[in-house]
């Protein structure tokens, strides 16, 4: 029995009965295609994962007939996540930036997007220069930490052949760096689409913390959105502070099968907006459902609006730690900078387990 997990009836979920389950149901089967296929999904250890097995008997039930509410109540059972390090929970928001920006480099277009570098390798712990980080180089043979995000800027992958597409200025590759994908409005006509490829390794730091920390921004009103307007009123200091985030991520230029879908997310899938939650993989697997009772900013407008929903684990992040954390999926455009950008919520979580990995891991019914 894990104390962590608490279980509980699906009744007790407040907005549960009059929920829209088809579109949860529709984003799980998403999951379940990806998972369905021999090994997928369950290379890697994870707590609340339990066997292929188990899952694959959830997932086939997915995609009969049935009134969806029925299917998940049947199929799964619910748990509430308890925290002792983040008792309050912590819920925010992510979204795809979309920007203008062209094939070619030109006098309005001098910022490159990056395929992923041929000497970015993966390091096993403790591997260059007694550090643990992932990822890394081979400096004549000896391992070393990538190239920062100043050494990258100045030109240091310049003449490779890695550029993807150009866009206008620092500040939209930056955030779409931060979002992990991105798109991209073409001079040429058209929209290329941006997915996570790869990152550099180095440690990431949020500059919404440094510009708290320097007075810049009070700690109640750090948003995208506030940052964004820092970086115009200061326009100098704004390399410097991204720079301070030696972080950098690469990308690949992606043909994705649906249009009104976001980017591929960690499992592999196109992401639902509102449906799609990045959560810490070392803990939870992908496709697995979860209910979120928390509140969202109410786009434009200051005030905060009740957001119960069935979310499925598509996702996840170098942010994205711990039992009670999530990332909600808001998709693209105006509308969702808006809400993604400035959410930073408490909350609630719960998790649903098929009835088989619950048994798994001796969990209570």
Known sequence: MDAHLAPLNFAELEGWASHDHEGAREAFRRS?????????????????????????????????????????????????????????GLFTGYYE???????????????????????????????????ELAYGRLVNGVPAPYLTRREI??????????????????ADAFFIQIQGSGRVRLAEG???????AAKSGLPYTGIGGLLVQRGALRADAVSMQAIRAWMVRNPKDARELMWENQSFVFFRDVDLEDPELGALGAQHIQLTPRRSLAVDRSLWMFGTPVWLDTQV??????????FRQLLIAQDTGSAIKGLARGDVYWGFGDVAAHIAGPMKSAGKMTVLLPVGVALELDLPA
């Not at 800027?153 to 620092?170: C, F, M, N, S, T």
């Not at 900013?297 to 009740?306: D, F, Q, T, V, Y």
């Open 190 to 196: 058209g929209t290329l689409r941006l997915s996570y």
């Open 153 to 170: 800027e100045a030109g240091a992958l310049a003449d490779q052949g890695l550029e993807i597409v150009w866009l206008r200025d620092w």
């Open 32 to 88: 379940c295609r990806e998972m369905l296929e021999p090994g997928s999904g369950f290379k890697r250890p994870v707590r609340f994962g339990g066997s292929p097995i188990s899952w694959r008997s959830a997932c086939l039930a997915a995609f009969e007939d049935g009134h969806p509410r029925d299917y998940f109540e049947r199929a799964f059972l619910a748990f509430r996540v308890h925290d002792q390090e983040r008792p309050e």
């Open 97 to 131: 930036p979309e920007v203008d920006g062209s094939r070619r480099r030109s006098a309005a277009f001098q910022v490159p997007i990056y395929r992923c570098p041929r000497d970015l390798v993966a390091l096993r712990n403790g591997e260059a220069s007694g550090s």
């Open 297 to 306: 900013p109410a786009g434009e407008e200051i005030r905060m609006l009740p």
